[in-house]
């Protein structure tokens, strides 16, 4: 839960408009076609994508456009209890519909008819936020492997307590938004809790501004892995 003391300060010492350090790195999964890891606080998670491809369930084929999959996974590990989660369960399933939705927002799939692209994604570590963060290492894993996109998807996080907006929430009632930074459109919004309309708009714009400051955060990793690949085919 969020808890907001005086001084106005999180139980993680963080200002009611800071968000968690974020932390990210492409290329985790060497055997995929682009993978990434990327951390939000103490939540981590990795993704891996394979594709485009031939489709494996000639059923499914699209003829005018590529088949996005996603799967959604949390280890056993990933959170303090011993309680093991079955594979494939209502939560994990519907993580990865919200998952697969987003990301075909901003795949350019007409340009890859009659094939296949996986995304797998899994918790390591879980501390909150980690929808937003699996979104996140999912562009960024789409980013690594090369898939056309319209522009960058990235989530975040708000949340409301005591009158009081909160970026970032790690807990507590929130709502969880995806937007396209430069074509300004939103691809996920998810609530959990009722708002007045006016407390709605200011969380809504906070957790938009989060959103583009991720964004400009991906693009410096892409960029700087750009870097590095550059300088190795240089030498």
């Known amino acids: ?22 932390r990210a790195e492409v290329g985790a999964v060497s055997k995929a076609d682009g993978s990434a890891v990327f951390e ?27 088949l996005v999959r996603c799967e959604y996974t949390m280890s056993n590990f990933s959170t303090g209890d011993r309680m093991r989660r079955p594979k494939g369960d209502r939560r994990s399933t519907e993580i990865s519909l919200v998952i697969r939705q987003t990301m075909e927002a901003c795949i350019l799939t ?65 709502v969880t938004v995806g937007i396209l930074p430069k074509l300004d459109k939103v691809t996920l919004l998810q609530m959990d809790a009722k708002l007045p309309i006016d407390t709605f708009e200011n969380v809504m714009q906070l957790a938009t501004e989060g959103c583009k400051a991720i964004a400009n955060y991906i693009r410096e990793v892409l960029q700087e892995n750009t870097k590095q690949l550059e300088s190795r085919r240089g030498t």
Not at 4 to 22: A, K, N, T, Y
Not at 47 to 61: K, T
């Open 1 to 22: 839960m969020e808890y907001v003391s005086p001084e106005g300060l999180r139980l993680d010492g963080r200002r009611p408009m800071e968000m968690r350090q974020i």
């Open 40 to 66: 939000m606080g103490n939540t981590k998670v990795i993704a891996a994508v394979y594709g485009p491809r031939e489709v494996q369930n000639r059923s499914q084929q699209l003829n005018d456009q590529a």
């Open 110 to 174: 007409h340009l890859m008819p009659r094939s296949q692209i996986d995304i797998f994604v899994q918790v390591l570590q879980a501390d909150g936020g980690t929808r937003s963060a699996c979104i996140n290492a999912a562009t960024l894993a789409l980013a690594d492997a090369g898939i056309p996109m319209s522009d960058l998807v990235t989530s975040c996080s708000a949340g409301y307590l005591n009158s009081t907006p909160l970026l970032d929430s790690a807990g507590g009632p929130d």
